[in-house]
């Protein structure tokens, strides 16, 4: 896939996404955690992806993930597992993405079993709930990166 620029999409890893054409692609593939509200109150609900999302204190958000999303080609099932490597994978500095400031308050996700987890923050961010839960901030296939180096 080409950008009308001529740059080659090769990958598509939410921590290395910079150019907007890459954003709208990601968007297009990715769900997110949470959706906003349609109307003029500021509220969240759970996307397609999840059941249920609660922050339970400022600085813990459980999640459930609905059972039986399947990823493509035989990948098996979106998993708490999931979440956790791709969350973390932005945030850590090491990997370089320009977006591990979105995730600056990220201490750990926790995965509790295979469909539910908690985000634990290292101290309250309210901006997550507008940032990286209603944005597809991740939510890769782990093990399929960690082996192919590549989407």
């Avoid at 990823?71 to 099932?77: A, D, K, Q, S, V």
């Avoid at 539910?116 to 990166?145: C, E, Q, Y």
Wanted: hydrophobic share 40%; with cysteine; charged share 25%.
């Amino acid at each position: 896939m080409h950008q009308s620029g001529g740059k080659l999409l090769s990958q598509l890893r939410r921590a290395e996404v910079e150019l907007r054409f890459e954003n709208d692609v990601y968007a297009a593939l990715f769900d997110e955690l949470v959706e906003m509200t349609p109307g003029d109150t500021w509220a969240y609900e759970p996307s397609d992806m999840i059941v249920a999302i609660e922050q339970v204190d400022p600085t813990h958000i459980t999640f459930q993930l609905r059972a039986g999303l399947p990823w493509t080609n035989g990948f098996g099932e979106v998993s708490a597992e999931d979440v956790k490597y791709s969350f973390e994978r932005i945030a850590d500095p090491a990997n370089g993405s320009c977006y591990a400031g979105d995730w600056i308050s990220l201490d750990h996700v926790e995965v509790r079993d295979a469909l539910s987890g908690m985000i634990v923050l290292k101290n309250p961010d309210t901006a997550l709930w507008t940032t990286v839960l209603t944005w597809g901030s991740g939510n890769w296939r782990s093990d399929l990166d960690r082996s192919a180096r590549r989407f």
